[in-house]
């Protein structure tokens, strides 16, 4: 099946390149869309959604530059497949557990996904990696335009696109940056940061969007406001705190390398050490630990792994990731020492043979 | 009196009022810092769809104007106000239409404003009112059938289709 292809693959938001991009993993912008001629979600009947299902679906086929999509039924798909596709942020969490008819595009570098039949008919989302808001914006753009060609899009000539939610109306643009902040974390001044953001209404989320807790020291910025702005000024307000949190982090991470070198070495040498000799540890356990050796990397404290292996691992070692590399069901304790096994084969030096 | 999340002795009784129901809470120092410094990181200008629907229905109304504005329904969809309040989900494009006064102060309050400004549709169709009726007119073949009425639901069948088909030669030209 074509989705084990994609198991093995690295997406094209998580390569790790791209300025600043040792704080700033990935940009990701998202558009709500939903079709004028059916009710929102909530208020669907299943005959309803199957026929939103099936006329996104007729219209995508017909666009001649998007005959490689990997288009999936994400009602027929496994828990694990749907869990899987959560955790390559491809799907949100809440369509991968609702239930009827609902479904999902995807392009094969990962570029960009439609799901149907989400919160609104449609949430087109295009991710690059590092900072990128401007071209994020202009290719997500053409996808809304390539659509809007061929679906009439519930559209009010004072509220803009018109969503199921009031807080998506407008615009229906979600931009959000995705940042790594290890060391705001460690100095305490991570909550500090959130509050000026929140002042500027700015919404600060975990790894996994709404509601999910920061994984890892992941931590997304994104704009509140839908209504009122234009796509630009949006793009803008995001764009314009990343810098100062980027500069906070690395003063953060000065600081550290100043006041306590051999703590900060230390918590990196150890996290290291756990990752490559644990015989059974959980995903939580994990993302802390990666998080300390990304940081360490970065920071130049570890030479011996390449940080593209260490942002992949970050998601390889996510159950659903773990379930599809090995090939099997495995329950919470056979994770973990599969997941440990796992992350033994990929640290080790590329010097030792690998293991049989 | 104990703190209720530990054993040191109550110094902090708060009554928590924003939400539905007056709450109260007996704390120790150390909890009563963590629970208003909790709070106020709630209530930072980044507002819930909840909290401010409930804010803003409180200011103004009435208990009857309430109770009449809940009753209030969308000749498209259905859907009553009683019902977006407690889902926080409207029920289709054409509630943005009947229900513009409820929700034009909601729409302040989440974004500061009530206009759009950014892209608009290409291709012109910006009144979407042709295409929002062909949701009452399923929904009312969908009761029809219910009632065991096919005669009339045959009959929105038949206007179904023709709606659908003239659809697609717009959504085509």
């Known amino acids: 099946m074509i989705l084990d292809e994609l198991v093995r693959r690295a997406p094209e938001w998580l390569r790790g390149v791209g300025p600043e991009s040792d704080i700033v993993v990935s940009t990701r912008v998202r558009l709500a869309r939903n079709l004028a001629e059916f009710p929102f979600i909530r208020r669907c009947n299943e005959a309803d959604r199957t026929a939103i299902e099936k006329t996104v679906r007729d219209r995508i086929r017909e666009i001649s530059s998007w005959t490689d999509l990997l288009y999936l039924d994400l009602n027929s798909l496994s828990p694990i497949d749907r869990q899987f596709l959560v955790e390559r942020q491809l799907i949100s969490r809440e369509i991968a557990d609702a239930t009827g008819a609902r479904a999902v595009?995807?392009?094969?570098?990962?570029?960009?996904s439609v799901m149907i039949n989400e919160e609104d008919h449609l949430r087109i989302q295009v991710m690059h990696s590092g900072l990128d808001l401007n071209a994020a914006w202009a290719q997500i753009n053409g996808i809304d335009d390539l659509l809007e060609e061929r679906l009439n899009f519930a559209f009010h000539e004072r509220f803009g696109y018109l969503t199921a939610c009031p807080t998506n109306v407008g615009t229906g643009l979600r931009v959000s940056v995705m940042l790594h902040l290890p060391a705001l974390v460690i100095t305490h001044q991570i909550e500090k940061v959130f509050r000026g953001l929140q002042k500027i209404s700015l919404a600060v989320r975990g790894l996994y969007g709404e509601g999910s807790q920061a994984m890892g020291d992941f931590y997304q910025i994104s704009n509140q406001i839908t209504l009122g702005r234009s796509e630009s000024q949006l793009l803008e307000e995001v764009g314009d705190v990343v810098p100062a949190?980027?500069?906070?982090?690395?003063?953060?991470?000065?600081?550290?390398?100043?006041?306590?070198?051999?703590?900060?070495?230390?918590?990196?040498?150890?996290?290291?050490?756990?990752l490559r000799t644990a015989q059974t540890i959980s995903s939580e356990e994990t993302m802390l630990l990666l998080s300390s050796v990304r940081m360490g990397v970065n920071l130049g404290l570890l030479t011996d792994v390449p940080i593209a292996t260490i942002n992949q691992l970050f998601?390889?070692?996510?159950?659903?990731?773990?379930?599809?590399?090995?090939?099997?069901?495995?329950?919470?304790?056979?994770?973990n020492v599969e997941r440990a096994r796992y992350l033994q084969d990929h640290l080790r030096n590329e010097s030792e043979p690998p293991r049989p | 009196m104990k703190c209720q999340h530990c054993e040191k002795p109550a110094t902090f009784h708060i009554t928590e009022l924003t939400g539905p129901e007056p709450v109260e809470y007996h704390l120790c120092e150390d909890h009563a810092t963590k629970y208003l410094h909790a709070s106020e990181n709630a209530e930072a200008p980044a507002p819930t769809l909840a909290g401010v629907l409930a804010k803003q229905l409180k200011i103004g109304q009435t208990a009857e104007e309430l109770a009449r504005l809940d009753k209030k329904a969308c000749p498209i969809c259905g859907i009553t106000f009683y019902e977006f309040r407690h889902q926080g989900r409207l029920g289709c494009p054409h509630d943005y239409v009947c229900f513009e006064q409820e929700l034009e102060p909601l729409l302040v309050s989440i974004h500061g404003e009530k206009r759009h400004v950014g892209k608009q549709p290409v291709v012109g169709q910006q009144?979407?009112?042709?295409?929002t009726e062909l949701i009452r007119l399923r929904r009312e073949m969908q009761d029809a059938v219910d009632r065991e009425d096919y005669e009339k639901a045959s009959q929105l069948r038949d206007r179904i289709r023709q709606a659908e088909q003239k659809q697609k030669r717009g959504g085509a030209a």
Do not use: M, W
Not at chain 1, 105 to 112: H, L, N, V, Y
Not at chain 1, 247 to 258: G, H, I, S, T
């Open chain 2, 127 to 131: 009144n979407t009112a042709d295409q």
């Open chain 1, 315 to 335: 998601i390889h070692t996510q159950p659903g990731h773990l379930q599809k590399l090995c090939g099997s069901e495995l329950d919470t304790s056979e994770r």
């Open chain 1, 105 to 112: 595009a995807i392009e094969p570098q990962e570029t960009f």
């Open chain 1, 245 to 274: 949190i980027i500069d906070y982090e690395r003063k953060a991470r000065e600081f550290l390398l100043k006041e306590s070198p051999k703590d900060l070495h230390d918590r990196v040498s150890r996290a290291s050490g756990i």
